[in-house]
């Protein structure tokens, strides 16, 4: 089961590794827009949808990498008074709690909205119209990604568990 969870981490480490430098390229398209803005008065047809939507896909898909790293929410000061094994029984009460049902209901939706804008070939307002489907997918992929980190998450409690029952 350890094997497992260190390919997961594997995958989720390499691809937040991947995808965390693109955040220049969503800086160069707002500096693109913010240049056309100051020197022609007006600012590009496209830059602010794919600006928007570029970020929205970057955090997103950087999800599980912040998951992989413990960067995500959670009341520290309690748990690390508690010993190993209560913060393991802790963490699988907080994912049979809380993160099954969200992600059940991040995939389904997620799926749901992906197909209808796809389906609709829908598009974002203005004279550039851009897809909107392929950023809908990222919602899927996401939670994707957040799923198999949950589950090295989950897989590393129950063999903090197993460890501390063996004398």
């Known amino acids: 089961m350890e094997a497992i969870a ?3 981490d594997l995958i989720n480490e390499w691809f937040g590794r991947l995808l965390a430098p693109l955040i220049a390229v ?3 398209v707002v500096l ?13 047809d496209w ?4 600006t928007k939507m570029l970020f929205g896909a970057h955090f997103m898909l950087l999800a599980a990498y912040g998951l992989r790293h413990h960067a995500h929410v959670e009341v520290d000061v309690i ?3 508690l010993s190993r094994r209560k913060q393991a029984v802790l963490e699988l009460l907080g ?11 991040l995939l389904s939706y997620g799926w749901s909205f992906f197909m209808r804008s796809f389906s609709r070939g829908e598009t974002t307002y203005g004279m550039v119209a851009i897809p909107v489907y392929p950023v809908k997918a990222v919602i899927v992929i996401a939670a994707v990604a957040i799923l198999l980190q949950a589950i090295a998450v989950v897989i590393r409690a129950i063999l903090e568990l197993r460890r ?3 004398p």
């Open 6 to 8: 260190k390919v997961i």
């Open 26 to 28: 969503i800086a160069l």
């Open 32 to 44: 693109y827009d913010i240049g056309l803005r100051f020197f022609s008065g007006r600012p590009s």
């Open 47 to 50: 830059a602010f949808d794919i």
């Open 79 to 81: 748990k690390r008074l």
């Open 95 to 105: 994912y049979l709690i809380f993160f099954v049902p969200f992600i059940y209901l």
């Open 164 to 166: 501390e029952e063996t």
